[in-house]
């Protein structure tokens, strides 16, 4: 049955909304009627940035990151050292960590991770790409997958994989993260902050 | 700083996202993935229907409903009785009371709830519209505003107004929702669920 007896229009742009991640019906018919009200100008915006994203926003050949060139700005970068490549699962974790700084590197995307239950293998991600990357003047890959179970698994596959390439290969350190209590922590997070203890 | 630094239309894709209601700025970041992955077909139907809603949807003129036609479809409706008319907030409440059924009178949007606190007063509500309905065939006025402190607030305001002017003012019943736990309702849930008792 239709939500709205006399608003097809209102139903089509629910049913959109709701394919969304994390959006159910509810949620979409706020803000289906949120945008009913909002002004002319910010819908259409919102209506253009999408298409546009669509039509712009692509992917580096080299490093798999978005982009809306390619090879992507930070591959291109001169001032970026070249043989460090740190390994992510998703694009948006390069987001995260180009805004904790520190890392002047390149990235690798991988698009996802190891997950048998899912049917993601090893060739569902861009570790083909990555083991191309390898010819050039790289000495260390640094392993940044998610500290959880599949991003683990994934970041020992790899390890196996690429140490006996003989390049440099590390993983993020998992640990009490900054600014957490100690009487909080979980044990396994405790257990690989005290194996992980480094010399004051 | 920009969170992507090399995707400019993500950004602004992002931007134009969190300015939806509950969405933050990491909900939008998850958001604007998941269109770049879409198919391109139903990108372009969620950008084609955000723009259609705002060109087509509007309001009735007589009921403050959401509309493609004005007047609306049910102000317009032979079936209907048209000397009943439940007063709701907003156009969602008339989605989720058509679902309930049981009704066959009109409506009336008021267009939100009285909300001191937020300066909101009786002249940003539609009630001099309802006042002007009052001159047609109504006998009773059901006054369907949440069950929350504003919404009753609203609902003794407006009981106030039309009572004098002739006309049976009702309000839909507070109580427990069924289906639910007597155990588990809260005391003033159960309290208006006794004064609300019926007989048998």
Redesign the interface.
Known sequence: ?A????????E??VN??A?????GRK?A????????K?P?Q?????????????E??GFCAVCN?????DP???CTDPRRRRDVICVVE???DV?AL??AEGFVGLFHVLGGRLSPLDGIGPDDLKIKELLDRLRGEVSEIILATNPNVEGEATATYLARLLRPMGVKVTRIARGLPVGSDLEYADSVTLTRALEGRQEY
């Open positions: 049955m939500m709205f007896a006399s608003a097809g229009t209102i089509r742009l959109a909304l394919k969304l991640p994390g959006v949620t018919a706020r803000l289906a009627f949120h945008i009913l909002m002319q910010e819908a259409v915006e919102l209506a253009e940035v999408i298409l546009e994203v669509k712009k926003v990151n978005i982009s809306e060139t992507c700005a930070v998703q694009a948006m987001a180009e805004k």
